[in-house]
């Protein structure tokens, strides 16, 4: 059994930072990728960042040079590092993991999803 859980976010004002985490656990073999959606009230989820246990990224282009995503291989957690945060980057954020089994199969995972309000 896999699970993925986040962990980090909350309320911070307009030019703040947060610092998403999010940890993959139990029977895999190893990790191909794992990332940052986020979705808004009324909208669809949307890339945020991802990154290949290589350190590989890929960065939505109203998040770039604003959040740093990171990777520890060592502890199968994935890190966002969002600095300048604004008002419109308010929006659940969900960790995908995707990873291969032990028997060879890839499985998209998905953790629960932590809020971020960039509020004053």
């Known amino acids: 059994q896999v699970q993925v859980v986040e962990s980090g976010g909350g309320l911070v004002q307009p030019g703040g930072s947060l610092r998403l985490s999010c940890a993959a656990s139990g029977s895999f073999f190893s990790i191909n990728d794992m990332g940052w959606y986020c979705q808004a009230p009324g909208k669809q989820r949307e890339l945020v960042a991802t990154?290949?246990?290589?350190?590989?990224?890929n960065y939505a282009d109203s998040v770039k040079g604003r959040f740093t995503i990171s990777i520890d291989n060592a502890k199968n957690t994935v890190y966002l590092q969002m600095n300048s945060l604004k008002p419109e980057d308010t929006a659940v954020y969900y960790c995908?993991?995707?990873?291969?089994?032990?028997?060879?199969?890839?499985?998209?995972?998905w953790g629960q999803g932590t809020q971020v309000t960039v509020s004053s």
């Open positions: 990154i290949t246990s290589g350190g590989s990224t």
């Open positions: 995908k993991a995707d990873l291969t089994l032990r028997n060879g199969p890839t499985f998209r995972y």
